[in-house]
């Protein structure tokens, strides 16, 4: 469903070249459909970069000025002035804002933030299409207190964790405030001609008074973006070739964490290491850089989030390491849009999260008493290049090598052994994009490979040897950016063992060994459970069309993966064969009202099939919402989904019957200019077996003064599935089911957390940052049945429909009979089984304090405390209480690290 939430500004940024209009205003030449233009002038004296804009050169040159407002007047001009003047020498390209505020300092909504952490407050943007082929963005933002932002490295989506050395300063004064930037030549990539052209782009927001301007102008209606920015002409900027920068590291680590195994001869209660290393930068050309790094640290400075996963499905996690979040934009691939739409995937061809992974294997080797295993892959190496050629070709490559990983073993007669449990691998990932028709018409190219190199047979019987795909891309643009078409193409394949095939032919993606399954073939591509295969070949891809311009705007689109699709070697995939289509129409209301600011209106439906025909998914929905007069956003949403058939819900046991429900959604969130901020938003579902879902999450922002803010965010969901999948399980006698047993229960689970951050900022490089995330779980479940059949929603409950079950509380099992009497001895058939209680309740406290200080540009020093409490219970009853205390009686396991990294380049 649509968001309408106010972003951080990081993620503002990234978006910048989305081609959906930035929160900005005209330039008045602009106006009339003439882009505006500005000149640089060469510095012939030193520039202080301390915002007071003193220098003869701020007042030599004509300035860019003449704003015009996009919100809350829009194509009005600014209320307030704006003039920038652009500057540079052989090494930097220097920024002098102006920003006049009519009540002076008292007018300026100064705030005090950690580096791209902008959220609220006034700023000043500087957007440059360094290319000028009008789809690159690199993005430069400063607020009144010297707070900066940056995202780009003009690449085709803009890249908020990019964070290039350079200096901004601001000081507030009685005209308003000032802005002074001096970025260097060596941070940027531009073509290597001795004159250049940019496109730029400027926006100014003022906070007090909710105004968004800029100085090159579109209307809401249309869509723009770099193609529509002005033109900075006159600079005379250096070749950027062999210029090298270097950033050593040094780390220590301290761990006081809990042995999972008492007993264990390879776990301790404290550890201690300490560890060195670098990485490289080296710009191969103007446009081309090398990123290289050498026993890199690959360590997470914030926690992933708890998570309790009762699917068959994989959680995915976001990517925070700084070598593979860095340009990652470069890489992306399979992008997905749309106005509203739901359970779908945007095609994945790389998730970096899968070099240095969690070992796969486990220890085969009987009799063992105590295993060790490695936390991670260790990476050996890792290198990427990334940039563009002379001709507009964006480059993305990368390379990286893990090694060997065996865990420690120990049998119950005191002999040591190891075990491999990873392999040896290499990762190459290559992306390519061609920006054609003045950026009208982008197509690009990706290729992934995984080699593993095995010592050990039982992890070549669980792994492929090797791992590829390839895709293709296109996003094309006419009538004045009205009209997109966009879409992507992929074909993968892994080979290996035919136990590894085997098992990927029989994973939650696909499911090839269900009875009921109408299989095709195994020839150019896998459409059939083949125990002896060697290979898994597939293809997928996304298209849509659409009208992304106007006040009514359209879409349609469609999204598939074959059966054999499977890409989870070098990307992330949940799941393959499936057909999903969708259609939308919109309306917006972009002129305001004495009712609301904007609106707008979704209509529209999706469905899904399987390729053996099954309806698999549904849906109508409709939302409206938009912001009012006072600055609220507000939105309403629901579904319609009709009863469908489930391939997944049986986990290989056959297709069920998934009843059909309807959705309600409602949110709201108030002025984010205030000290006090917060929104709420709830969910309800209601299906027709008796199934529910209710949701609750808020979010409160607090500012007690420009330098701290505390954010809360309290979050409870109760849910009641009819339909919980428990088991499968082999049985001749189930006729009804192809011989299978497929249990499934009621389960009533309850989820409460509190996320909870606190920033305070102490200067723009000195800041500390708290996290914590209390987070409890309970599963009950109860009324343990089968369906009657395939593609039924009829289900019989055990021991009052047919069989008999029991539960046995000293080892806290069931026992299920579907043919005898599991509580009289000699009573039970041989199809009796036994099962662990499912019921469960989880506890968890995560969190971590980072102190973060930018000693010197590029240089930091990172102090950084984890903690982790967690545990669970075999109950599945929910009560406040009781389980917010029981997570303060879990042990915690804490984490300090010291790291250090100095830069050194210019």
């Not at 968001?3 to 989305?18: G, K």
């Not at 090839?512 to 073939?521: A, K, L």
Request: proline share 5%; aromatic share 12%.
């Amino acid at each position: 469903m649509p968001m309408h939430l106010r972003l951080p500004m990081a993620t503002v940024l990234a978006a910048a070249l989305a081609f959906a209009p930035p929160a900005g205003a005209q330039g008045g030449a602009h106006a009339t459909g003439t882009a505006p233009r500005m000149q640089a002038v060469e510095r012939t004296v030193p520039i202080v970069v301390d915002g007071r804009l003193d220098e003869a050169v701020w007042r030599s040159p004509a300035p860019a000025t003449d704003f015009v407002q996009r919100d809350p007047s829009e194509g009005q001009p600014a209320t307030q002035r704006t003039e920038i003047r652009v500057a540079y020498d052989a090494d930097a390209l220097y920024i002098g804002a102006r920003m006049y505020d009519s009540l002076g300092a008292r007018g300026v909504s100064d705030r005090l933030f950690r580096r791209d952490q902008v959220n609220s407050g006034d700023y000043v943007q500087f957007i440059f299409d360094t290319y000028h082929d009008h789809t690159g963005v690199t993005a430069f933002l400063v607020n009144p207190s010297g707070v900066k932002n940056d995202a780009g490295q003009a690449s085709a989506n803009a890249d908020p964790s990019w964070d290039p050395v350079y200096s901004a300063a601001a000081r507030t004064d009685s005209l308003g405030w000032a802005a002074e930037l001096r970025i260097p030549f060596s941070q940027l990539r531009f073509p290597r001609d001795s004159m250049q052209t940019w496109g730029l782009q400027v926006e100014r927001f003022v906070e007090r008074l909710n105004e968004n301007s800029s100085w090159s102008f579109w209307p809401k209606r249309e869509s723009g973006g770099p193609a529509r920015y002005g033109h900075l002409e006159g600079i005379r900027a250096p070749r950027n070739r062999g210029r090298v920068e270097l950033l050593p590291y040094a780390l220590s680590r301290a761990s006081y964490v809990r042995p999972t195994q008492p007993g264990s001869p390879f776990q301790s209660a404290s550890e201690y290491s300490t560890r060195v290393g670098a990485d490289l930068k080296y710009q191969l050309s103007s446009t081309l850089t090398l990123d290289a790094t050498i026993n890199p640290d690959f360590g997470q400075v914030e926690v992933d989030p708890a998570v309790v996963n009762l699917s068959a499905f994989e959680t995915f996690f976001a990517e925070r390491r700084p070598f593979f979040v860095e340009g990652s934009g470069l890489f992306g691939f399979g992008g997905f849009s749309c106005f509203n739409c739901s359970n779908v995937s945007s095609m994945s061809l790389f998730y970096s999260r899968r070099i240095g992974r969690a070992p796969q294997g486990s220890v085969t080797q009987g009799g063992t008493e105590y295993v060790e295993r490695p936390e991670n892959s260790t990476i050996l190496g890792a290198a990427k290049v990334t940039g563009r050629t002379s001709g507009g070709l964006q480059v993305g490559l990368l390379n990286a090598v893990t090694r060997s990983e065996r865990a420690l073993g120990q049998d119950t007669l005191g002999m040591q052994f190891t075990e491999e449990v990873e392999p040896a691998s290499n990762y190459f990932v290559g992306r390519v994009r061609q920006n054609l028709r003045g950026g009208n018409l982008t197509v690009g190219a990706i290729a992934t490979s995984v080699i593993r190199r095995f010592e050990s047979d039982a992890l070549e019987a669980r792994l492929p040897g090797h791992a590829e795909a390839v895709g293709v891309d296109w996003d094309a643009w006419w009538k004045n950016r009205t009209y997109h078409l966009m879409g992507n193409f992929a074909f993968s394949s892994v080979a290996g063992d035919s136990n590894s095939i085997l098992r990927l032919q029989n994973s939650s993606a696909r499911y090839f060994q269900r009875p009921d399954r109408q299989s095709g073939g195994n020839g150019m591509f896998s459409d059939l459970l083949d125990p002896s295969a060697t290979a898994l070949r597939g293809h997928g891809g996304y298209l849509r069309m659409a009208k992304d311009a106007g006040e009514w705007q359209w879409e349609g689109a469609v999204n598939y993966r074959s059966p054999g699709f499977e890409v989870n070697d070098a990307a992330f995939l949940n799941r393959a064969d499936y057909v999903w289509t969708l259609a939308n129409v919109m309306r917006r209301w972009n002129t305001p009202t004495r009712h609301y600011r904007s609106w707008q209106a979704i209509v529209g439906g999706q469905q899904e099939y399987n390729f053996d025909g099954d309806r698999t998914g549904a849906q109508l929905h409709l939302f409206t919402g938009g912001q009012l007069t006072n600055y609220w956003n507000v939105a309403f949403y629901t579904e319609v989904h009709p009863a469908v058939n489930d391939d997944r819900l049986t986990r290989g046991a056959g297709v069920a019957r998934r009843p059909g429900d309807y959705l309600l959604h409602a949110r709201m969130s108030t002025d984010p200019r205030k000290a006090l901020l917060y929104s709420l938003n709830g969910n309800y579902i209601q299906d027709t077996d008796g199934g529910s879902y209710t949701s609750m999450t808020g979010s409160v922002r607090i500012r007690p003064a420009p330098h701290v803010q505390l954010t809360m965010g309290p979050s409870y969901s109760f849910s009641r599935n009819t339909q919980q999948f428990v088991l499968r399980r082999d049985d001749a006698t189930a006729t009804h089911f192809f011989g299978q047993r497929a249990v499934v229960a009621n389960l009533a689970q309850h989820q409460l957390s509190m996320n909870t951050r606190l920033n305070w900022t102490f200067t723009p490089t000195l800041t500390l940052e708290l996290f914590a995330q209390p987070f409890v779980f309970a599963g009950d479940y109860e009324r343990f049945s089968e369906f009657t059949g395939p593609r039924t929603l009829e289900k019989k409950e055990y021991g009052q429909d047919f069989g008999t079950i029991c539960f046995d509380q000293a080892n806290n099992e069931y026992t299920a009979d579907p043919n005898g009497n599991c509580a009289v001895e000699g009573a039970r058939s041989a199809q009796a089984f036994s099962f662990g209680n499912p019921d469960l309740n989880v506890r968890s406290l995560r969190g971590n304090a980072v102190l973060r200080w930018e000693y010197r540009p590029g240089s930091t020093l990172f102090l950084v405390w984890q903690q982790q409490r967690g545990g669970g219970e075999a109950f599945g009853d929910f009560d406040f209480g009781r389980d917010a205390a029981g997570i303060f009686r879990q042990r915690a396991d804490n984490i300090f690290v010291i790291k250090a990294s100095y830069w050194i380049g210019r």
